[in-house]
């Protein structure tokens, strides 16, 4: 019998393993940590045949024929090193899933920002359409999920990550799709250099490629590469294809390969950067030969992305909108540009290495005062004594920055109290969607409290 190790005991490695178990391998499951949670999972996947063990080192046991990875697992551990040096095969679960469903068509998308925006809506075109199209991977199901259904999908609509590209060797999607490229994740990828050609190969490995041609980093670097790609942009004049096989806003309008698809006003999520998203998400269902009909009705009833410029409440007139997915400076910049001045903002967590003058110069430009949260909170009130920003507290946490924003959005006028952090989330959080759905709690919860004492 085959026997496999599979790292992380999250979703994706969860999955994996009874991938895995189904067909017929020997698996051993671990995790670094423990926890009541993780021990009762233990207990579930141990009836199932599956060994569990945790606080465990990730190193892989021998005899051992597959090491498969979870996307949060950095790929030059070097137990795993260790691992593909000693002959054994080492995949991300990505690529287990790919491997088993690989029959089936795939949208696979990625980029540094607007990928999940982009995943969804391209998802809710596709079930609008009639499709078993189900979101998966940094979004929806873990892919390896898809592989425990009884019914294959029609179509797999992927969120792929660049630390599921690079465990990825032979994944090769129906349709590819990059929607921006900035700096982030250098400390897993060192080099920007690198961090490119890791979301390059995607594309290299797909049958067909959308490009957003709005991205001036992909539009000087990534032109030459793909002579055959369609390019969107939200003006036609600056398409880098030719306009039958672009896709671009004309009088208001979303057109594709020359075909009028759907009013960008349609798509009611704020900013300009979400008429990218829909741009790139209208054509690959051009692409996938969906009607434009089934299109316009998704677009016009989607209701947005969690966590993204998601509206929560209005109190006093002042909207509180969660972004807390903005875990770097320049989906936090993009933020900042899509709401109305003047802004109270709530950012901080945990730091990471990246380019922040964009996103400074957003501040001086719309924000009445920021009120910093966790690991960062001095690092970035330095950053904005250094651009002569004085006007900023530091409240630790985000129960704190909900009150004292309620507090000063009234002293400045403020419309909006924003959380847009430009910082993962684990000093505080065991993710962005935790950390989200905590301030969306808090603010309800001050709605709450002021009605029920008038």
Aim: proline share 4%; with cysteine.
């Amino acid at each position: 019998m085959s026997k496999a190790h599979v790292i992380g005991l999250g979703k994706s490695g969860v999955a994996a393993a009874r991938v895995l178990k189904r067909k017929g391998w020997e698996v051993i499951l671990s995790d670094r940590n423990t926890s009541d949670s993780l021990e009762q999972q233990q207990k579930q996947l141990t009836q199932e045949g599956i060994t569990v063990k945790l606080g465990h080192s990730s190193e892989p046991e021998k005899p051992l024929d597959l090491v498969v990875v979870s996307p949060g697992v950095p790929w030059d551990l070097p137990q795993l090193q260790r691992a593909r040096e000693n002959g054994i095969e080492t995949i991300g679960e990505m690529e287990l899933a790919w491997r088993h469903l690989k029959s089936c068509p795939w949208v696979g998308i990625t980029g540094t920002n607007g990928k999940t925006t982009t995943t969804a809506l391209v998802a809710a075109i596709f079930q609008t359409a009639g499709l078993h199209a189900p979101a998966c991977g940094n979004i929806g199901y873990a892919a390896c999920e898809l592989a425990l259904q009884e019914t294959a999908p029609d179509w797999v609509i992927a969120e792929i990550s660049s630390y599921q590209i690079e465990s990825s060797a032979t994944i090769s999607p129906q349709i590819g799709v990059w929607t921006t490229f900035t700096s982030d994740h250098l400390s897993r990828h060192y080099t920007i250099e690198n961090y490119f050609n890791i979301k390059a190969s995607l594309l290299n490995s797909s049958q067909t490629r959308v490009i957003n041609g709005d991205d001036p980093y992909l539009r000087r670097m990534a032109t030459h590469l793909w002579d055959n790609a369609y390019w969107t942009s939200v003006a036609k004049a600056n398409l880098v294809s030719d306009a039958t096989e672009g896709v671009y806003v004309e009088d208001g309008w979303v057109v594709a390969m020359k075909e009028t698809i759907v009013p960008v006003e349609s798509l009611g999520m704020l900013g300009n950067h979400n008429q990218q998203n829909l741009l790139m998400a209208v054509a690959v269902a051009k692409l996938a030969g969906i009607e434009t009909e089934a299109i316009a009705k998704a677009v016009k009833n989607f209701p947005g992305v969690p966590h993204r410029l998601e509206y929560i409440c209005t109190w006093n007139q002042v909207d509180f909108i969660n972004d807390s997915k903005a875990t770097n400076y320049d989906a936090a910049a993009v933020a900042l540009s899509a709401v109305p001045a003047p802004v109270l903002l709530i950012a901080g967590g945990e730091a990471k290495e990246g380019n922040d003058n964009d996103w400074l110069r957003r501040i001086k430009e719309k924000v009445a005062a920021v009120l910093l949260i966790g690991d960062a909170a001095e690092t970035f009130a330095q950053r904005l004594q250094q651009v002569n920003f004085h006007n900023y507290e530091i409240v630790v946490n985000i129960e704190r920055a909900v009150i004292r924003g309620a507090a000063l959005a009234k002293k400045y006028g403020a419309k909006v109290v924003l959380l847009s952090p430009a910082c993962a989330s684990f000093d505080q959080y065991q993710n962005f969607e935790q950390r989200g759905e905590h301030f969306r709690e808090l603010c309800l919860k001050l709605i709450y409290e002021v009605r029920r004492k008038r």
